[in-house]
């Protein structure tokens, strides 16, 4: 008999609501749900493809164990703990807390108690070396965010704006970014009905461009040089919000001063734009009653990434889109606790400089988190305090971190390395213990993650109190033995004779957030439900309430929540005229465009989502994966034309780091003289000859100790400069 469940999709961020048709205790179908409030019935590809994902072949039913020959052997869970946990302690006694780091990966997002319980650990063994792939992906949102100052406010939001820039990002395929996740392409749609202007920014004319009424289509790497055109020609015009601007802004002169050498005729010349559509985003921002901007993981992974968001919070800010006092709060939360809008900024924080320092490069903690992108130097750099263990949490360092064969020697170093995951990765496939997880379906779900991310950056969050929660589905298939991942550290914490304390956030406004301390029963493990009930003890809606509504349900207020008036005792002022923002600004202005250095490198490689595929999962799906299984290079007919070669063709991409093999599409959308490829692809070297099957591992280009954030860490991940060539050998070759 088959059984149909309301659930919440996790294979990406977008949570979306979701049928699952359940027979014989297996999912055997996956479609949106009608009745979710939200998503109104969206699904895509990915989600749909659940049933597959939990039957999948390949997928791990036992955690593994690398044995002396290199191969692996199932392990019992429980063994596993007991073994790395006896592993642990000898290497913590011989090296020190320090020697031990964690990784979150983009998989531990979804799953609402694995970190809360993986940083647990972390803080009973003393180890701080916690990293995740926040710091890799969009690092500049937070850091600019503080240095420039948070409106305790909110932005407006997508649903409500007269005018929305998106620079570099693409969310009708990356269901994240601008347009809210939940049913991207119905919210656009609706949203051009009533008149608002779309303006996009991005080297290739993408799905979301398309759509655009404004579509400017740069060079890569050259967001500032743009965003700074546009802020001069709002100061200069006054098109700028001058009674905001005086009650909330300092630095206005200074910023002044340091945009104006980017005219439009500038502009134009060096970002490959025409002056008249720079004037055009300018104006249509700046005059539009309610207008938003974001910026996507390509300008955060380019060049001076963090440069591109503090001038696009300089832009909101001059031109006065924050929401104001008296004006309603659309979204006063549901999973999360009770928020009170204030009129204010919170003025400039720590950007960085605080916390763990790392041993290289100069960087410590920081707004985004310690730098993923310096771990494998953590790893292969002796002396005290070199990272010796490493546990993997919903990642694949090998195909995700910069410097692929960097990280593989690292990989190979480590004294221990554990890594949760499903399959055999190419990261797991380096490790000494796999651990099977649970899957989506099989464990409790909650929409907090997706609901949370409003408090990260500008257009992200759900634009209403819309909250979800789901039980788990089905049973783990039988004779299995896969655990949750927060029981793979209660576990081994045990073991090891800790306490776990989880730290919660509970409070959030002019002061900051304060943590809500919760220590764990160590001899009974708690349930899933129980550590959520834990994790929403301070929510606005009470977690029961949450569970009431199978489908989602939207939870407003009796009255409406509206912004309150400043605070004069807590009441900060935005910086637009950060020095270090602006020393860097200066260093744009008087350098030679990229376009015209490095002649032996004339074209730039930049990184873009696929529909079907998040990362490194998906890859090996049937149902997503109809289109071939690799990373196609996407380049302009004009150029294959010019290299003599044609679509389908391998090619030779080559920095001047390293060099690895791609096959090229024609993509008449791709601007001269750029390729667009997915990052996240490839495996080991050995695997190379593997082409097609397995993709090109685009972060094998980049080095991690040459043209990065000084800040965050982040090297040069888009926007790269490379050469093509037809490919000469099966294999590629590394500089």
């Given at each position: 008999?088959?059984?149909?469940?309301?659930?919440?999709?996790?294979?990406?961020h977008?949570?979306?609501?979701?049928?699952?048709?359940?027979?014989?205790?297996?999912?055997?179908k996956?479609?949106?749900d009608?009745?979710?409030?939200?998503?109104?019935?969206?699904?895509?590809?990915?989600?749909?493809?659940l049933?597959?994902?939990?039957?999948?072949?390949?997928?791990?039913?036992?955690?593994?164990?690398?044995?002396?020959?290199?191969?692996?052997?199932?392990?019992?869970?429980?063994?596993?703990?007991?073994?790395?946990?006896?592993?642990?302690?000898?290497?913590?006694?011989?090296?020190?807390?320090?020697?031990?780091?964690?990784?979150?990966?983009?998989?531990?997002?979804?799953?609402?108690?694995?970190?809360?319980?993986?940083?647990?650990?972390?803080?009973?063994?003393?180890?701080?070396?916690?990293?995740?792939?926040?710091?890799?992906?969009?690092?500049?949102?937070?850091?600019?965010?503080?240095?420039?100052?948070?409106?305790?406010?909110?932005?407006?939001?997508?649903?409500?704006?007269?005018?929305?820039?998106?620079?570099?990002?693409?969310?009708?395929?990356?269901?994240?970014?601008?347009?809210?996740?939940?049913?991207?392409?119905?919210?656009?749609?609706?949203?051009?009905?009533?008149?608002?202007?779309?303006?996009?920014v991005?080297?290739?004319?993408?799905?979301?461009?398309?759509?655009?009424?404004?579509?400017?289509?740069?060079?890569?790497?050259?967001?500032?040089?743009?965003?700074?055109?546009?802020?001069?020609?709002?100061?200069?015009?006054?098109?700028?919000?001058?009674?905001f601007?005086?009650?909330?802004?300092?630095?206005?002169?200074?910023?002044?001063?340091?945009?104006?050498?980017?005219?439009?005729?500038?502009?134009?010349?060096?970002?490959?734009?025409?002056?008249?559509?720079?004037?055009?985003?300018?104006?249509?921002?700046?005059?539009?009653?309610?207008?938003?901007?974001?910026?996507?993981?390509?300008?955060?992974?380019?060049?001076?990434?963090?440069?591109?968001?503090?001038?696009?919070?300089?832009?909101?800010?001059?031109?006065?889109?924050?929401?104001?006092?008296?004006?309603?709060?659309?979204?006063?939360?549901?999973?999360?606790?009770?928020?009170?809008?204030?009129?204010?900024?919170?003025?400039?924080?720590?950007?960085?400089?605080?916390?763990?320092?790392?041993?290289?490069?100069?960087?410590?903690?920081?707004?985004?988190?310690?730098?993923?992108?310096?771990?494998?130097?953590?790893?292969?750099?002796?002396?005290?305090?070199?990272?010796?263990?490493?546990?993997?949490?919903?990642?694949?360092?090998?195909?995700?971190?910069?410097?692929?064969?960097?990280?593989?020697?690292?990989?190979?170093?480590?004294?221990?390395?554990?890594?949760l995951?499903?399959?055999?990765?190419?990261t797991?496939?380096?490790?000494?213990?796999?651990?099977?997880?649970?899957?989506?379906?099989?464990?409790?779900?909650?929409?907090?993650?997706?609901?949370?991310?409003?408090?990260?950056?500008?257009?992200?969050?759900?634009?209403?109190?819309?909250?979800?929660?789901?039980?788990?589905?089905?049973?783990?298939?039988?004779?299995?033995?896969?655990?949750?991942?927060?029981?793979?550290?209660?576990?081994?914490?045990?073991?090891?004779?800790?306490?776990?304390?989880?730290?919660?956030?509970?409070?959030?406004?002019?002061?900051?957030?304060?943590?809500?301390?919760?220590?764990?029963?160590m001899?009974?493990?708690?349930?899933?439900d129980?550590?959520?009930?834990?994790?929403?003890?301070?929510?606005?809606?009470?977690?029961?309430?949450?569970?009431?509504?199978?489908?989602?349900?939207?939870?407003?207020?009796?009255?409406?929540?509206?912004v309150?008036?400043?605070?004069?005792?807590?009441?900060g002022r935005?910086?637009?005229?950060?020095?270090?923002?602006?020393?860097?600004?200066?260093?744009?202005?008087?350098?030679?465009?990229?376009?015209?250095?490095?002649?032996?490198?004339?074209?730039?490689?930049?990184?873009?989502?696929?529909?079907d595929?998040?990362?490194?999962?998906?890859?090996?799906?049937?149902?997503?994966?109809?289109?071939?299984?690799?990373?196609?290079?996407?380049?302009?007919?004009?150029?294959?034309?010019?290299?003599?070669?044609?679509?389908?063709?391998?090619?030779?991409?080559?920095?001047?780091?390293?060099?690895?093999?791609?096959?090229?599409?024609a993509?008449?959308?791709?601007?001269?003289?750029?390729?667009?490829?997915?990052?996240?692809?490839?495996?080991?070297?050995?695997?190379?000859?593997?082409?097609?099957?397995?993709?090109?591992?685009?972060g094998?280009?980049?080095?991690?100790?040459?043209?990065?954030?000084?800040?965050?860490?982040?090297?040069?991940?888009?926007?790269?400069?490379?050469?093509?060539?037809?490919?000469?050998?099966?294999?590629?070759?590394?500089?």
């Open positions: 008999m088959t059984q149909v469940h309301s659930s919440i999709c996790r294979f990406c977008a949570h979306c609501g979701i049928q699952v048709e359940v027979a014989d205790g297996r999912a055997v996956v479609y949106g009608k009745d979710n409030p939200v998503y109104h019935g969206f699904s895509c590809a990915k989600g749909r493809s049933p597959e994902v939990h039957a999948h072949p390949d997928r791990l039913l036992h955690s593994q164990a690398r044995q002396a020959d290199g191969s692996f052997a199932p392990i019992a869970s429980g063994r596993a703990m007991d073994e790395v946990a006896a592993r642990l302690q000898r290497i913590v006694a011989e090296h020190g807390p320090r020697s031990v780091a964690l990784y979150l990966g983009t998989y531990s997002f979804p799953y609402v108690a694995s970190s809360p319980l993986a940083t647990a650990f972390m803080h009973a063994i003393g180890s701080r070396m916690i990293f995740t792939s926040a710091s890799i992906d969009q690092p500049g949102k937070p850091i600019a965010s503080a240095l420039h100052g948070r409106w305790l406010a909110g932005p407006y939001q997508f649903d409500e704006c007269d005018a929305w820039m998106l620079v570099g990002v693409n969310p009708l395929v990356a269901m994240s970014n601008g347009i809210p996740n939940s049913n991207p392409a119905r919210r656009l749609h609706r949203a051009k009905q009533r008149g608002l202007k779309l303006i996009v991005d080297p290739r004319r993408s799905e979301t461009a398309e759509a655009a009424h404004l579509h400017l289509q740069p060079r890569p790497g050259e967001d500032p040089t743009i965003l700074a055109g546009m802020l001069r020609h709002v100061t200069r015009e006054g098109l700028y919000d001058r009674e601007s005086a009650a909330h802004v300092d630095g206005i002169e200074t910023l002044i001063q340091a945009v104006e050498p980017f005219t439009p005729e500038y502009v134009a010349r060096r970002a490959g734009v025409r002056a008249a559509d720079l004037i055009e985003a300018a104006r249509i921002f700046a005059t539009s009653p309610r207008a938003g901007t974001t910026a996507g993981t390509g300008p955060n992974m380019a060049p001076r990434g963090t440069l591109t968001e503090y001038l696009l919070l300089a832009l909101t800010t001059l031109s006065g889109q924050w929401r104001r006092e008296g004006e309603e709060f659309p979204n006063p939360f549901v999973t999360l606790p009770d928020y009170t809008p204030i009129a204010q900024s919170t003025g400039p924080g720590r950007a960085w400089g605080y916390g763990e320092r790392l041993r290289v490069r100069g960087l410590t903690d920081a707004a985004s988190g310690l730098s993923a992108a310096a771990l494998a130097d953590e790893i292969l750099l002796p002396g005290d305090g070199q990272v010796k263990a490493l546990i993997n949490l919903g990642g694949n360092p090998m195909a995700a971190w910069p410097d692929q064969l960097r990280t593989h020697r690292a990989m190979q170093e480590l004294d221990l390395l554990v890594s995951e499903p399959k055999l990765s190419a797991a496939k380096l490790a000494d213990y796999v651990i099977a997880p649970r899957l989506s379906l099989e464990v409790p779900g909650l929409s907090m993650p997706n609901e949370s991310l409003w408090h990260y950056a500008v257009g992200l969050g759900y634009p209403v109190p819309y909250g979800q929660y789901t039980p788990a589905l089905v049973e783990p298939p039988a004779g299995s033995d896969v655990v949750e991942e927060w029981q793979f550290f209660h576990g081994v914490a045990r073991r090891m004779g800790l306490k776990l304390t989880m730290r919660l956030l509970n409070a959030w406004g002019p002061q900051g957030v304060t943590p809500r301390v919760v220590e764990l029963d001899e009974h493990p708690p349930t899933t129980e550590l959520f009930e834990m994790i929403c003890a301070d929510s606005r809606v009470p977690l029961s309430e949450v569970k009431r509504h199978p489908h989602g349900a939207l939870f407003p207020t009796e009255q409406p929540v509206v309150q008036p400043p605070d004069a005792a807590t009441a935005f910086d637009v005229a950060n020095e270090v923002m602006l020393t860097e600004l200066g260093e744009v202005a008087g350098e030679k465009p990229d376009h015209e250095r490095a002649p032996d490198f004339p074209f730039r490689l930049i990184s873009r989502r696929l529909r595929i998040l990362n490194s999962t998906g890859r090996d799906v049937p149902r997503l994966t109809r289109k071939g299984r690799h990373n196609a290079a996407y380049m302009n007919p004009a150029d294959l034309k010019a290299l003599g070669v044609a679509d389908g063709d391998v090619v030779e991409i080559r920095s001047p780091h390293a060099s690895i093999l791609g096959i090229v599409a993509a008449p959308d791709v601007r001269e003289g750029v390729i667009s490829m997915a990052h996240a692809f490839g495996d080991a070297p050995e695997h190379d000859h593997a082409l097609r099957e397995l993709g090109s591992n685009t094998r280009l980049v080095p991690v100790d040459r043209e990065y954030d000084p800040y965050s860490g982040m090297p040069r991940m888009s926007a790269i400069q490379v050469a093509v060539r037809p490919a000469e050998a099966p294999a590629a070759r590394a500089g």
